[in-house]
């Protein structure tokens, strides 16, 4: 097995996959191995404060790969702030369980993905006491508003029945300090809303972004499967008598690829499929990585045709790929994919294509590989 120097990356783990793992790619960094050689005498003075190198460095000591998902739960873990998957680890390195890249996939699942949807249930409790404090700051404006026009009122009536000059100076002062209450009160809920304005903005950013993270797959940037199936609801639910194509694809052999080269080699070949069905696929389109190898597209508004033309463009584009390690030249097998594709009927779930497609892609896989299958 090919050994690699591991430069040190203080940066989230898509960007670190990126730069560690993207060694195949013609424009990316050094090259991907589950062997590791890091240059202790460079690099023990920064893993000790850069917590980014920490968890590098429980990766190189645990022989795991250093792919977004394992530094992930390595950082996680190292920082100590996610209590569940720290006793997970804790028990899984004091038992015989090994830590490899498929336990690591299992303690993602369980304690790091959720972390994202949890912060996204914070944010909405946030958003709820910022609605609270906003209803209240009306009701308070309510009732100065209507308090004025009492007074003004009130004394509007005093000054018709008053003729006496004492009692219309009265009334004047009596205008003039309920006018004055009424705009420095004003003036305080101004400055109110304004705060309130502004801490709406910040959160509503930041749930924006935990939305985002909630629904995007961190290796590819794609959907992930919750971000497919709701995206795909939102869009089946806006034009609910459209046409609609749904398009699942399975890398070929993708055993093989990561039993010949790694998993890092494997997490490229992942992303390179991602970044050729973005480019295909066409602007309204769903894309998503399912899970695994597998990918999904849907296409809103398509006829049959339009779906299998697509199919066939992706298809075609993912075999023409080459990829080739820079470091020793070293040229990866070509890969391949294959597609089942499937047109929603009317009033059919999102769950319903699916399985229809996904049947439609075990012909293709069954008929040989690299080729697309409708259903019927």
Request: charged share 25%; hydrophobic share 40%.
């Amino acid at each position: 097995m090919d050994r690699v120097e591991l430069r040190v990356y203080n940066r989230a783990p898509a960007a670190l996959c990126k730069g560690a793992c993207e060694s195949i790619c013609p424009r990316n960094g050094p090259d991907p191995s589950s062997e590791i050689s890091m240059n202790l005498s460079q690099t023990n003075e920064t893993a000790a404060a850069d917590p980014g190198a920490r968890a590098l460095g429980f990766l190189a000591e645990h022989r795991l790969a250093p792919t977004p998902v394992n530094y992930w739960v390595a950082h996680d873990y190292l920082g100590g702030d996610n209590a569940g998957l720290g006793s997970a680890i804790d028990e899984a390195l004091a038992s015989v369980v090994a830590l490899d890249d498929f336990v690591v996939r299992e303690l993602y699942e369980q304690h790091v993905a959720g972390e994202s949807f949890r912060r996204f249930r914070g944010m909405g409790e946030d958003i709820d006491k910022l609605l609270g404090v906003l209803l209240d700051n009306v009701r308070n404006a309510d009732r100065n508003t209507s308090g004025f026009q009492a007074s003004l009122t009130e004394n509007i009536t005093r000054l018709d029945k008053s003729q006496d000059p004492v009692g219309l100076r009265t009334v004047a002062q009596n205008l003039l300090q309920a006018t004055a209450a009424a705009n420095a009160s004003n003036a305080a809920l101004q400055k109110d809303l304004e705060a309130t304005e502004l801490e709406a903005q910040l959160l509503r950013s930041e749930l924006d972004k935990h939305r985002r993270e909630a629904m995007t797959d961190p290796l590819t940037g794609l959907l992930n499967r919750r971000g497919m199936e709701i995206e795909t609801a939102r869009m089946i639910d806006s034009a609910p008598d459209s046409d609609a194509a749904m398009l699942v694809m399975d890398i070929d052999h993708f055993k093989k690829i990561n039993d010949t080269y790694g998993h890092a080699v494997g997490d490229v070949v992942i992303r390179k499929v991602a970044e050729t069905i973005a480019e295909v696929a066409p602007g309204e389109a769903v894309t998503a990585r399912f899970g695994g190898e597998e990918f999904v597209i849907v296409l809103p508004g398509a006829s049959c045709d339009t779906a299998r033309t697509l199919a066939e463009k992706v298809r075609t584009a993912i075999a023409r790929l080459r990829l080739v390690r820079r470091q020793d030249k070293l040229a990866i097998a070509p890969f391949t994919v294959s597609v089942g594709v499937a047109m929603r009927a009317p009033e059919e779930p999102v769950a319903a294509l699916f399985d229809r497609a996904d049947k439609a892609l075990y012909e293709a896989k069954h008929g040989g590989r690299n080729r697309v299958v409708t259903a019927a």
